[in-house]
């Protein structure tokens, strides 16, 4: 069993990046943080540590519980980490998803110059 695996590999590992350069980059920019300090992309993770991750508009928190510095299916996921991200981050979440005002069907296509003139009319009341 190993003892601890560099964060941006692991971040990778478990799916939460696609690629293991964007894991690095969010670790270069400080979106990544371990007991509320940002780490470097070089930065070992150990079974039992919270890892937060900052993904606009909300921060996400993982708690380790294995490592592995392979990437896995995402059936697998599930044994490494535990989401822990406090319900109000997801509450914000869902809020920015339900903000959509103004959503046209799937596969309608892109908006005609009637449908735009409609909409500018619409919204200067």
Request: charged share 35%; glycine share 6%; hydrophobic share 35%.
């Amino acid at each position: 069993m190993e003892s601890g695996v560099r964060i941006d590999k692991w971040l990778w590992a478990v799916r939460i990046f696609k690629t293991r350069s964007q894991a690095t980059e969010a670790c270069k920019k400080g979106h990544i943080s371990i007991a509320d300090s940002p780490v470097k992309a070089s930065r070992e993770v150990h079974v039992g540590e919270t890892v937060s991750v900052r993904k606009s508009p909300i921060t996400r928190s993982f708690k380790v519980l294995a490592l592995s510095g392979k990437r896995m299916g995402a059936k697998l996921v599930t044994d490494f980490f535990e989401d822990v991200t406090p319900s109000e981050e997801l509450e914000l979440l869902e809020m920015q998803k339900n903000m959509r005002w103004s959503e046209r069907q799937k596969g309608t296509g892109r908006p005609t110059k009637k449908d735009r003139r409609d909409l500018d009319d619409f919204f200067e009341w």
